[in-house]
């Protein structure tokens, strides 16, 4: 089975603009869940979506959003970008509720 | 509230010699717990994981962990390290009431001395 995906694998961009970022999680799989990676937090977790339904969310401000489609795909979108926003982003899936993550290879953005 | 605590931000070891990264949770519920590790520039791979059961757990790459209830540890172990070893490792946390908001630890970053 193909593993998770994720795209862009990088992305520049500026204060006050907006990114999407996408993840296609392993076939079957129906829980998507977002965290984000600094030096400084480690790795904290963003929301879950679970059959389009975002079924958990972190403690980040509402500038960080996602869903999640029919097949399991999902995205991620931040509003207003600010230069803490810089980070990688992981994208994992699994079957179900509390589940084995399966990591992807992150998304890593740059906000200048 | 929850939290994982890696005590240990650096570890060096020579290649063959034996490792154990140590893991505290502090957690309301019945825990399940993993070890992810991480190459530079890569997303997260599980090394192992406990649900319940026998609570030596045995994982890919060698390595093992131990569940330890009345200490709060999940500590990680492999009794001979090679230079491929060297990454980061990430204890992670749990809990069925929690659902797949798993709680990490800021991580052990392992150096291995050829």
């Known amino acids: ?112 | 509230a929850q939290s994982v605590t890696q005590p240990d931000i650096h570890i060096t070891v020579s290649e063959g010699a034996s490792l154990e990264l140590r893991c505290n949770y502090s957690y309301g519920a019945t825990p399940y717990l993993f070890w992810y590790v991480q190459s530079p520039g890569q997303g997260l791979q599980l090394l192992l994981k406990y649900f319940s059961g026998d609570t030596l757990v045995q994982g890919i790459k060698g390595f093992e962990a131990e569940f330890k209830r009345s200490q709060s540890s999940f500590n990680l172990r492999k009794p001979s390290v090679h230079w491929s070893d060297a990454a980061e490792y990430f204890c992670a946390v749990g809990a069925e009431n929690t659902g797949n908001q798993f709680y990490f630890g800021t991580g052990t970053s392992l150096t291995v001395i050829p």
């Open chain 1, 1 to 112: 089975k193909a593993g998770v995906t994720q795209t862009p694998r990088y992305l520049i961009k500026t204060r006050g603009q907006q990114v999407t970022l996408s993840c296609s999680p392993i076939s079957g799989h129906r829980s998507v869940s977002w965290y984000q990676q600094t030096p400084g937090q480690g790795l904290q977790f963003l929301f879950e979506y679970f059959s389009e339904t975002q079924r958990n969310k972190g403690n980040f401000p509402g500038r960080f959003s996602g869903r999640q489609f029919s097949n399991s795909r999902s995205e991620m979108n931040v509003s207003t970008l600010e230069l803490g926003d810089s980070a990688l982003y992981l994208c994992a899936s699994s079957l179900g509720r509390v589940e084995t993550q399966y990591f992807g290879p992150g998304t890593r953005l740059l906000v200048l």
